[in-house]
Structure formats: C-alpha cells, structure tokens
C-alpha cells in the first residue's frame, strides 16, 4: 500500500513532470541571485565572442528573463492539467456514489429491484469513482486536494478487513477490486453499518467528509504555491475565528482536567464544607462546549489536513466517551455537536465529573492546541501527512510531548 502512497505524494514534489525534478534547488539558487549572476556571465560571455564586447545587450537580457521566467513559473505538462481536471471531476462523481451507499433507500427492496442488486450497483459505481480519484490524484499537482485523497486512501487501508468482508480488496497501487459475487452474498446491513451517515466514526462518514474538503480544498497547484510561506494564506481555509476557539477549548479542558477546579468550598473560618462549587464546575462545562462546538463549525471547512487530523482524533475521543459524557448531561448529535443539560450536569457526582475530565478534557485540550497551532502556524494543506497517507505532527519543539 505505501507504494501507492507515495507515488500519490510523489506529485507534489514534482509538480507532474520530469523537468521540475530539481525546481527546488533551482529556486533557491535564483532566489539568492547565484542562479542569474551564472546566466549573466555565460551570456555575457557568447554576446562577447558572437560580437565583440559591446555585443547586443537586449537579446541576451530577453533571453535570461525568459530563462528565469521559466524556472520561476515553470509550465504544468498536460499531462498533469488532464489529471487536475480528471481529480476535480471525480472528486465530484465520488460524492455522489458514496452519498448512494449513504442513502437508506438503497438498502430498500422496491418493485423490480431487491436491496441486495442495489446495493451491488452502488457498490460499483463506488469503487469505480474511487479507482478514478486515485488514479488521478498520483499525478495531479493540486495538492490541497490530494493531501485529501491520501488521507482517504488511508482511511481505506485502516478498514480492509470489514471491505474485505464485503468483496472489496485494496490493490498494490492503492485502488479497489470488488467481487461481486461475494457482495451478493453479504447481507445489506454489513454494508450500511460500514457506510452509516449516522455514525460519524464510520468508513462512510470519513471518506464522505474527505470528498467533502477535497471538493471544496483551493485548485491552487504546487508549482504557483513555491514561494508562499505566509500561514495566514487564504488558501489554507482557516481564519481567526477558529484559532480562537481552538485555544478556548484548550483552557476550558485543561481547566476541567485541573484539580483546582474541584477544590472543595470552604466556610468562612477556613474549613472545607465537604461541597463542590457546582456552579463553578458547570461554568467551565458550559465554556467548553460552546468553544467544543465554535471549534468545528469553523474547523471542519479548513483544507489544512494537520487540522483535520486533529479534529477527528477529537471526534473519536467523543464518540468513545458518548454514553458517560450523557450521564453528565452532555449530548453529541448526529453531526457531532454538543448539547448540555444544566439540571442533569448539576445533580452528577462531580468527583466523576472530575475523574472523567482528567483523561478526557486533557486530551481534548491537547488536539485543540494543536489545532491552534496548525491554523495559525502551518499552512500547507499537505503539511499534516507522510507519504504513505500517514498523519505526522510536525513543526515545533513546543509541541514535542504530543507526539
């Protein structure tokens, strides 16, 4: 599987062709002057031997300009504009197969056509779709939506066994193989647990959502991208909003995590009650999760992949945490928000409340950071995954001991 991977990243370095194998080296030697002083001398050097010394200064200055021009902005081969144009398209048809999957009305028998053949259709039209995405993205140059397809090819390699369960085997270049045959045999409901819109942990949800930022991820390609190290880059889909909130939510659960919170009240000669300070608790509750929802409201539309990565590490904390966060009062609807109960949250024993933050709010607070960081520090979308589709933390020491 690494193999396809990394052919997969191996565009983004290369820009889609043969010629831009050195680009980089060759940036920085024109960046530095080095790489036009060169040019300068060896032109300077055939006008004098063409004509004399006072040779025709204009046609070696075009031919120099036109030398950097090209090494500066170097030209996207077609083949690398056919695979944009093929990813882009895809993207879009790949939404739709999965939304099929999605969809209850395919796990439905209707007059003529029973669930099973549905769901054989559907099922072909998705790995179809999905061989065309990774066909595509190995040599498209668009990297804020190929940093998608790798952590979607990911997501597929982490789920073979139940694909396999289903017919669906994952090829040595990353693309699916179905059998039908063994589909046709599987009963249905394998098969809409596997893709449920409504577990948002499930292989249908991750890869709907991939699709999802890939679709909307800027069309900007690597080679228009070199020299933009600003991390406040449009392109990036982040803004102020959502750094902001991430660095709430990190407070608010290291606050919850923290023992102080939970320090008994004291009577006015100094002596512990025995009581907590629910209403306090509950303020920092309360805090976050509005920071917990703000976060994903602005988070989830970013095409930075270190964020996303980040955010779904949250989200499966969440999703573990469900049936404890509920007896607290804290709901997660279907799209993975928060709702909290202030009676419920009052009336629960606080030294469970404590108990559960000590893990859970930590290591909330801990992505949130990170989040933080990757919105206001990293802008490459392609900056959060390895080659082999691998998510990696990169960056700074400040953030060594998450890692």
């Known amino acids: 599987m690494s193999q396809g991977y990394s052919q997969l990243f191996q565009s983004l370095s290369t820009g889609g062709g043969a010629g831009n194998q050195n680009f980089l080296s060759d940036y920085a030697s024109i960046k530095s002057g080095s790489y036009g002083k060169l040019l300068k001398a060896y032109y300077g050097k055939e006008q004098n ?60 028998d209707t007059e003529g056509q029973s669930a099973s053949d549905k769901v054989v259709s559907a099922m072909k039209n998705y790995v179809a779709d999905y061989n065309s995405v990774v066909t595509a993205a190995k040599r498209s140059t668009l990297a804020g939506k190929t940093a998608y397809v790798a952590n979607m090819m990911n997501s597929t390699s982490a789920n073979a066994d139940k694909l396999s369960e289903l017919g669906i085997t994952i090829n040595a270049n990353g693309t699916l ?165 202030e009676d419920i949250f009052k009336k629960s024993d606080m030294s469970q409340v404590q108990k559960f933050f000590k893990d859970y709010g930590s290591s909330v607070a801990t992505h949130a950071s990170l989040v933080d960081f990757y919105m206001t520090t990293h802008a490459n979308a392609a900056n959060g995954y390895t080659a082999a589709g691998a998510y990696n933390v990169q960056g700074s020491s400040r953030y060594a001991d998450f890692i």
């Open 177 to 341: 193989q179905l059998n039908e045959g063994k589909l046709k045999e599987t009963d249905v409901k394998k098969v809409q647990d596997l893709f449920s819109s409504k577990d948002i942990m499930s292989y249908g949800s991750k890869i709907s959502s991939r699709v999802q930022f890939a679709n909307t991820a800027a069309g900007t390609s690597t080679t228009d991208k070199t020299d933009k190290t600003d991390a406040a880059d449009d392109s990036t889909g982040t803004n102020n909003a959502t750094g902001s909130s991430a660095a709430s939510l990190k407070a608010d659960g290291e606050t919850l995590a923290s023992d102080k919170l939970y320090e008994k009240i004291k009577d006015e000669n100094g002596n512990e009650t025995g009581k907590y300070d629910i209403d306090k608790i509950f303020a920092a509750a309360k805090s976050f999760v509005s920071n917990y929802n703000g976060m994903f409201d602005t988070a989830e539309s970013s095409s930075n992949s270190g964020v996303l990565a980040n955010l779904s590490q949250i989200k499966g904390k969440t999703a573990q945490s469900a049936n404890v966060l509920k007896q607290f009062g804290i709901s997660v609807d279907v799209k993975g928000r928060m709702k909290i109960d």
């Open 49 to 108: 031997s063409a004509s004399g010394v006072g040779g025709n200064k204009s046609d070696s200055r075009t031919t120099l300009d036109k030398i950097l021009e090209e090494k500066k902005n170097p030209k996207i081969s077609k083949q690398a504009q056919e695979a944009n144009e093929n990813l882009t398209a895809g993207l879009s048809k790949l939404k739709g197969s999965v939304s099929a999957l999605q969809d209850e009305k395919t796990y439905t």
